[in-house]
Nanobody, 123 residues
Framework: QVHLAESGGGLVQAGGSLRLSCAASGSIFNIDDMGWYRQAPGKQRELVAGVTRGGSANYADSVKGRFTISRDNAKKTVDLQMNSLKPEDTAVYYC?????????????????WGQGTQVTVSS
C-alpha cells in the first residue's frame, strides 16, 4: 500500500507565509512527477505547482513568484513554500504523486492523492 500525508496548513493573515509538506510511504519502487493542487469552495480543482523527478518545476500563473515547490527524492517528500499569501489562495491543498510499486516482481503505477490540508488566508 502507498500513502501520501500532508501537513503545514493553517490560518494566516494576508502577506504571511506557510510551508506545506507531503511525505510518501509504503512499498515504493520510484516516484515520478509530484505536485500540489488546490480546490476553493465553488471552484474546480487546479494545479498549483508540479515538479519532475529531475527537479524541473512549473507553476500556475497566479502563484508564480510567490510559491516554490521542492522535493527530496531520498526522503520521498515534496514541499510547497508559500509566501505573500492572498485571500484568494484560500483552499484545500492536495498533494499528488505518480508512484510505481513492486509486488511479487510485478510493476504497477499509481496516481496517489493525499487527503488534503486546509489553508485559510484572512484579509
Amino acid at each position: 500500500q502507498v500513502h501520501l500525508a500532508e501537513s503545514g496548513g493553517g490560518l494566516v493573515q494576508a502577506g504571511g507565509s506557510l510551508r506545506l509538506s507531503c511525505a510518501a510511504s509504503g512499498s515504493i519502487f520510484n516516484i515520478d512527477d509530484m505536485g500540489w493542487y488546490r480546490q476553493a469552495p465553488g471552484k474546480q480543482r487546479e494545479l498549483v505547482a508540479g515538479v519532475t523527478r529531475g527537479g524541473s518545476a512549473n507553476y500556475a500563473d497566479s502563484v508564480k513568484g510567490r510559491f516554490t515547490i521542492s522535493r527530496d527524492n531520498a526522503k520521498k517528500t515534496v514541499d510547497l513554500q508559500m509566501n505573500s499569501l492572498k485571500p484568494e489562495d484560500t483552499a484545500v491543498y492536495y498533494c499528488n504523486a505518480e508512484i510505481s510499486t513492486l509486488t511479487s516482481d510485478l510493476l504497477r503505477t499509481l496516481e496517489v492523492w493525499g487527503q488534503g490540508t486546509q489553508v485559510t488566508v484572512s484579509s
